[in-house]
C-alpha cells in the first residue's frame, strides 16, 4: 500500500497556508522528500489527507487553502487500517455514482448489503421466526446471526465514521416507513403481499411525526433515564421495541403505515470529485473493492472468538448461504414456497 507511513507537521502546514509555493518550495516548507513522476503524484495524494490545495498552472504553483485541524488522530488511525479504509471508501464512491449521486437512505442491514459484506439472505437469518420455519437445522443461524451483526456493524460504522470525518460523506438520521403492498395477477387476484419502504424526507414534517413516535417508543420500552445512544439491545427488548414503534406508527397513521425503522442518510459531495477519487483510489489498490470487504467479512465469521462456540461446519454453511455473493439457494423463495404450499 502506497505511503502508509505519510505523515506532516500541522503547524508547518498552517504557517504556509495561503502562500504560492511551487514543488520544491512546497517540500523544502513540510520537510519532505522530493518526488517525481508516480511517487510524486502519491506524495501530493497523500498530503491532500491534511488539507486542501489548490494547483495553479503554468507555472505550477501549489497553495495550502485549509488545514483540516484535528488531522492528525484521523490519519494516524488511517494508516493502521489503511488497507480496509481505501476499500471503504472505494466501495462508498462507487455506490453515490451508482445511485446518481443521491442521498443513501440505508438501515444498519442495508450497509452491510451494500458494501457486500453479506447477501439479501442475512435479513431472513436475524430473524427466529424465519429460521423455525425454514426447519430445525437452519435455528442456530438466528442466534449466530446477531453476533455477526455486531461485529461487522462496528466495523462498517468505524469506516463510515473515518469517511464522515474527512467529509466524503456526511451522515444524518432519518427514517423509513413500511406499507403493505399486493401483488396481483392479470385477473386480479391477489399473489403475495409484502412491505413496501418509503423514505422518509430529511427534517420534512412527516420526519419529525417518526422522531416522536420512536422517541415515545424508546421511553415506554426502555425507560425515561436511557441514554441518546440506546447501543445493543438485547433480542427480546429489541423485539418490545419493534412491536412498540409499530403499534405506535399504525395508531398515529390510521393503518396507512404498519412499521417505522431508524436509517442513516449518506450524502455524497459532487459528482466529478466522486469519480476522479474513485479512480485514484483504485489505482492504489489491487483487488477490486467489494470482493475484498466480503472476504475479510468472510475471515471474521471464521476467526472471530466471539463465535468460537459454533462448530467450522456451522460456520461454513452459514457463510454460504448468508455472506457469499452468489449462495445455494434464497431463503425468500424457499419461504414463499412453504408458505404457498401450506396456504
Not at 517525481?36 to 497523500?46: A, P, V, W, Y
Not at 466524503?168 to 406499507?179: E, Q, S
Not at 420526519?207 to 440506546?230: F, W
Request: proline share 3%.
Amino acid at each position: 500500500m502506497k505511503n502508509k507511513e505519510f505523515s506532516v507537521d500541522i503547524e508547518l502546514l498552517k504557517s504556509i497556508k495561503g502562500q504560492e509555493l511551487n514543488y520544491k518550495q512546497l517540500c523544502e516548507a513540510l520537510n519532505l522528500p522530493i518526488k517525481t513522476s508516480n511517487s510524486k503524484t502519491s506524495q501530493l495524494q497523500s498530503l491532500q489527507s491534511y488539507c486542501d490545495i489548490f494547483i495553479r498552472q503554468k507555472p505550477t504553483k501549489y497553495i495550502i487553502t485549509e488545514v483540516y485541524e484535528g488531522a492528525l488522530p484521523i490519519i494516524e488511525e488511517l494508516n493502521q487500517n489503511n488497507k480496509f479504509q481505501l476499500l471503504f471508501d472505494a466501495a462508498l464512491y462507487q455506490l453515490f455514482i451508482l445511485n446518481k449521486c443521491q442521498p443513501i437512505y440505508a438501515s444498519s442491514i442495508d450497509l452491510l448489503k451494500l458494501f457486500k459484506e453479506v447477501n439479501s439472505n442475512f435479513s431472513y437469518a436475524c430473524n427466529s421466526s424465519h429460521m423455525r420455519a425454514m426447519g430445525e437445522e437452519y435455528l442456530y443461524m438466528a442466534d449466530m446471526s446477531q453476533i455477526v451483526f455486531r461485529i461487522l456493524s462496528q466495523w462498517t460504522n468505524r469506516r463510515i465514521k473515518q469517511m464522515a470525518q474527512r467529509k466524503i460523506v456526511t451522515v444524518a438520521d432519518g427514517f423509513r416507513l413500511y406499507r403493505i403492498a399486493h401483488i396481483n395477477d392479470s385477473k386480479g387476484d391477489l399473489i403475495y403481499s409484502y412491505k413496501e419502504g418509503v423514505n422518509v424526507p430529511f427534517n420534512s414534517e412527516l420526519h419529525h411525526q417518526c422522531q416522536t413516535l420512536y422517541s415515545m417508543a424508546i421511553e415506554k420500552v426502555l425507560g425515561p433515564d436511557r441514554g441518546k445512544d440506546i447501543g445493543w439491545l438485547s433480542m427480546g427488548q429489541w423485539q418490545l421495541l419493534k412491536f412498540e414503534i409499530n403499534k405506535l406508527v399504525r395508531e398515529k397513521f390510521n393503518d396507512t403505515y404498519c412499521g417505522l425503522k431508524a436509517v442513516k442518510i449518506l450524502c455524497p459531495p459532487e459528482e466529478d470529485w466522486l469519480r476522479a477519487k474513485l479512480i485514484q483510489t483504485y489505482q492504489q489498490l489491487d483487488v477490486p473493492a467489494f470482493e475484498k470487504i466480503n472476504q475479510e467479512a468472510t475471515r471474521k465469521i471464521l476467526e472471530t472468538k466471539q463465535l468460537a462456540s459454533y462448530s467450522i461446519e456451522e460456520k461454513n454453511r452459514y457463510i454460504n448461504l448468508n455472506v457469499n455473493p452468489n449462495p445455494d439457494f434464497k431463503f425468500k423463495d424457499k419461504l414463499f414456497q412453504k408458505e404457498k404450499r401450506e396456504g
